[in-house]
């Protein structure tokens, strides 16, 4: 069974396409999700469609979207700081591909120093978030253990009562 209904893919041999209500099933979220996505600049397809014309995705417009929806779920970060992770994760992309075009060694060492700041962006947000599911995590572990105190002291009095 295929990803598309039909009607969803366009013919021929070409790679296929989604419509907007097939890839917000497939994702689990709203169009207007996806539409304010696209607004944010965290989905390219828009930009080529002309006016009227159906919103339609590739498998790599859908696969970036999952990415951008599991930065948000995951790790709880804001639609600002997934801009900020997607636009580094862009500038990266650009970087790999001059990368493979087997510059010199002075090219590689200057991809290199672009490429750092924006592996440590990411690292930096992704810590932050780290360290605040840490202190929630401690949080929980701490009430947790107060409840097992209390249920014990509970357990002990009404064993000595009986």
Known sequence: MGMMAAGDAAGGDA????RIGTVAKRLGVTTRTIRYYEELGLLGSGAARSKGAHRLYQEADVAHLQQVLRLRDLLGLSLESIVD??????????????W?????DAERLRIIADAMPL???QLELVSARQKTLATFARELKERLARMHRHRAELTARSA???
């Open 15 to 18: 790679a296929p396409v989604f």
């Open 85 to 98: 992770l997607a636009q580094a994760e862009e500038m990266r992309a650009a970087l790999r591909s001059e």
């Open 100 to 104: 493979e075009k087997d510059p010199t």
């Open 119 to 121: 592996v440590e962006r």
């Open 160 to 162: 000595s009562s009986e």
